[in-house]
C-alpha cells in the first residue's frame, strides 16, 4: 500500500503536468498574400483629381493573417486580418467582401474579419462615381475592379485560413524615422497642411511625432518566421502621379524576403497618423542628398529605415518566443458625437456651392469642391432634426500581452498616444484606416481645430475632438476589459 502511495505520489505530478499541456490554449496560425494590381489602365485615388494609371511602379498586395486559439478542440476566438494596398476602404466594401467570402469559411465568425489600407495614393478607385465620372474611358472601371479585388482577396483568405497550424508568437517595439508632422503654423496663428516653412511667417511645426515601429511576428511549430504584422504611424503615401504603386510596403516587403525569405508575409497597418505624412517639410535638400549617395528612391529610403528596425526587434524578441497566450477578439459597434457643422461654416459652403452650381459644368477640382461643401450643406440640414451621431465599428483584441484596436479614421497622432498611455496592455498596437460603416475622413486635435486648414475643417471632419476622447475611452475601455476578463 505504502509503495503504491509513493508511485502515486511521484506519478500525480506527471499526470498534472500532461493534463495541463492537453488542455492549453493553442494557437493557430495562417498567412497569405494576394497579388491586387490590375494589369491594365484604372483610374487611380487620392488626389482632388482623377488620373487614369500609365504603368506600375509596384504592385499592389492584400496581406492575410488569420488567428485562431483553441484549447484542445474548444474553438476560443478567431480573426482575420487584412492590410490591403488601397488608399481607403470605401463604404460598403468590407460588407460586401465578408458576403463574398463567408460560404468559403465556414466556422468562422465573418464579423471578425476586418479589412485596414495602408493608404497609399497610387491604388486604383473602388466605387464608381467617386470623381463624378460615368465612365474612364479604355481604362477597367471601378464597378469591374472591385469584383477582382474581392476574387484575388478571397483566394488569399481562404488560403490563410484553410492553412493555419499550430504556431507562436513575439512582440516588439522598434522605431524609425518615416512620418513626420505635415502642419506648418504661421506667426498669425493659422496652420496649413504641407505648408512652405521656407518663410519669415513659418514659426513652428503644429504637433508630436511618432516613430515607433509595433511588431507582431508569427511563427511556425520550428520557430521558423512565418509572418510578420508591422504598425507604423505613417500613410504610404511618397508616390504620386499616373503609376500603380503599394509605396513603401513595396521596399519593406522586399527586403524581408530577401532576409528571412520568400514565404514571409509582410501585414502592414497605418498606426493614428492623421497629421503625419512621409512628405518632408523641410531639410528636404539634405535628405534628398542622402538618397543619392546610397542610391535609393525616397520609398527604398523609407522602406531600409522599416526593415532595419525590424530586423533589429527580431532579434531581441527571438528569446521570448510563445506559443500558449491569452487570445481574444470583441467587435463592438461604438457611436460618437458628430461634428456640428455651425452657422458661418454652412453660409460659406453654402455660397461655395451655388456658386458652383451656376457654372455649365464642373470638372476636376469643381466637382471635389462641390462634392465636400455640398455634403456639409447637407450635414447642416440634417442636424436640424437631430444631433449628428457618427457610428463605428472598433475591432479590439488581445494577444498575449499585446493589445490591438483598430478605428477607421486619419486620427491625429495624440489620440494614438492617449490610448497608449492609458491601455493597460503592455504593448499597444494601434491600426486606423479600418473599412469604416460611413465616410470617416480626419479627426483633428484643438489646436488644430483653432489654427485651421485642410484636414481640421468641416468638410473633412465628420468627429472632432469631443467625438475624439469618446473613442479614446472606449478604445481604452475594451482593451481593460479584456485584460480583467481574461484568465491569468
Not at 428 to 453: H, K, N, S
Request: aromatic content about 8%.
Amino acid at each position: 500500500m505504502k509503495r503504491q502511495l509513493l508511485l502515486l505520489a511521484f506519478s500525480l505530478p506527471l499526470l498534472l503536468s500532461i493534463t495541463t499541456q492537453a488542455l492549453a490554449a493553442e494557437l493557430l496560425i495562417g498567412s497569405a498574400t494576394a497579388d491586387i494590381t490590375p494589369d491594365c489602365p484604372v483610374p487611380l485615388t487620392g488626389m482632388k483629381t482623377v488620373r487614369v494609371s500609365k504603368g506600375i511602379l509596384s504592385r499592389c498586395t492584400a496581406n492575410v493573417l488569420a488567428l485562431e486559439s483553441r484549447e484542445g478542440d474548444k474553438i476560443l476566438d478567431q480573426a482575420i486580418l487584412v492590410s490591403c494596398d488601397l488608399c481607403v476602404i470605401r463604404p460598403g466594401i468590407q460588407e460586401g467582401f465578408r458576403k463574398h467570402v463567408v460560404g468559403r469559411l465556414p466556422g468562422f465568425d465573418i464579423q471578425k474579419l476586418f479589412l485596414a489600407a495602408t493608404h497609399t495614393h497610387a491604388a486604383p478607385v473602388l466605387l464608381q462615381d467617386r470623381y463624378n465620372e460615368e465612365d474612364y474611358g479604355d481604362a477597367m472601371q471601378p464597378k469591374d475592379y472591385v469584383p477582382l479585388l474581392y476574387a484575388r482577396m478571397a483566394e488569399a483568405v481562404v488560403g490563410a485560413w484553410e492553412s493555419r497550424q499550430p504556431g507562436a508568437v513575439a512582440w516588439g517595439l522598434g522605431h524609425a524615422a518615416v512620418g513626420c508632422n505635415r502642419r506648418a503654423v504661421y506667426s498669425d496663428g493659422t496652420a496649413k497642411m504641407y505648408g512652405d516653412t521656407n518663410t519669415p511667417a513659418f514659426r513652428h511645426i503644429e504637433g508630436y511625432e511618432d516613430h515607433a515601429v509595433d511588431i507582431l511576428a508569427f511563427y511556425d511549430r520550428q520557430k521558423e518566421l512565418k509572418a510578420i504584422a508591422v504598425s507604423l504611424a505613417c500613410p504610404s503615401q511618397s508616390v504620386g502621379g499616373a503609376l500603380l504603386s503599394a509605396d513603401f510596403w513595396h521596399d519593406v516587403r522586399k527586403l524581408v524576403h530577401q532576409r528571412h525569405g520568400d514565404n514571409v508575409c509582410v501585414v502592414g497597418f497605418c498606426a493614428p497618423a492623421g497629421d503625419q505624412a512621409p512628405n518632408l517639410l523641410f531639410r528636404k535638400k539634405s535628405e534628398a542628398r542622402m538618397d543619392r549617395l546610397r542610391g535609393l528612391t525616397r520609398t527604398e529610403e523609407l522602406g531600409r529605415r522599416i526593415a532595419a528596425a525590424l530586423d533589429d526587434v527580431l532579434g531581441v524578441i527571438a528569446q521570448d518566443i510563445r506559443s500558449d497566450v491569452p487570445f481574444q477578439h470583441v467587435v463592438r459597434r461604438v457611436e460618437l458625437p458628430g461634428c456640428k457643422v455651425g452657422d458661418a461654416e454652412y453660409a460659406h459652403a453654402k455660397g461655395i456651392c451655388d456658386d458652383l452650381d451656376a457654372k455649365p459644368a464642373m470638372a476636376g477640382p469643381d466637382w471635389w469642391n462641390r462634392h465636400f461643401f455640398g455634403y456639409v450643406v447637407d450635414r447642416y440640414e440634417a442636424q436640424q432634426k437631430a444631433d449628428p451621431i457618427y457610428a463605428m465599428e472598433m475591432h479590439v483584441l488581445r494577444l498575449g500581452d499585446v493589445a490591438i484596436a483598430t478605428n477607421p479614421f486619419e486620427l491625429y497622432v495624440d489620440y494614438g498616444v492617449q490610448i497608449q498611455a492609458r491601455s493597460p496592455a503592455e504593448q499597444t498596437f494601434l491600426i486606423q484606416l479600418a473599412a469604416p460603416l460611413d465616410f470617416a475622413y480626419y479627426v483633428p486635435t484643438p489646436r488644430a481645430v483653432e489654427a485651421g486648414g485642410y484636414s481640421a475643417e468641416v468638410t473633412h471632419n465628420l468627429i472632432r475632438p469631443e467625438g475624439a476622447q469618446v473613442l479614446v475611452d472606449r478604445t481604452v475601455e475594451a482593451i481593460r476589459a479584456l485584460w480583467s476578463d481574461a484568465k491569468q
